[in-house]
């Protein structure tokens, strides 16, 4: 069973960019399909981004398009979001999942981490 730990949020003014990381320990990352996901004060999870497959392509949310890159460094066992151009709606809980490819279901969360845009 994977374990995930994100970092790497904080509190940025609005046009600022932040890198998120999600470290994995316990099984290697490219065993699973990744993204992130998350959540605004007051709404529901909403997904982010994600890769397509194991080893496949990126794919974003609409909101994020353009500003926003998922990547994954398999050598140090972890995936990154980087955000750019962010804006005071992108305030929200960032978690990393993971998820098996025979399987549509997000089994593995990390705990989460904050990322606050100031206008």
């Known amino acids: 069973q994977v374990q995930l730990v994100e970092s790497g949020g904080g509190l940025v003014q609005a046009g600022g960019s932040l890198r998120l990381s999600c470290a994995g320990s316990g099984r290697t990352l490219n065993s699973y399909i990744m993204g992130w996901f998350r959540r605004a004060p007051g709404k529901e999870r909403e997904f982010v981004a994600a890769f397509s497959g194991t080893g496949g392509d990126p794919f974003y949310a609409d909101s994020v398009k353009g500003r926003f890159t998922i990547s994954r460094d398999n050598a140090r066992n972890t995936v990154y979001l980087q955000m750019k151009a962010l804006k005071p709606e992108d305030t929200a809980v960032y978690y990393c999942?993971?998820?098996?490819?025979?399987?549509?279901?997000?089994?593995?969360w990390g705990q989460g981490t904050q990322v606050t845009v100031s206008s």
């Open positions: 999942a993971a998820r098996t490819g025979n399987s549509p279901l997000w089994s593995y």
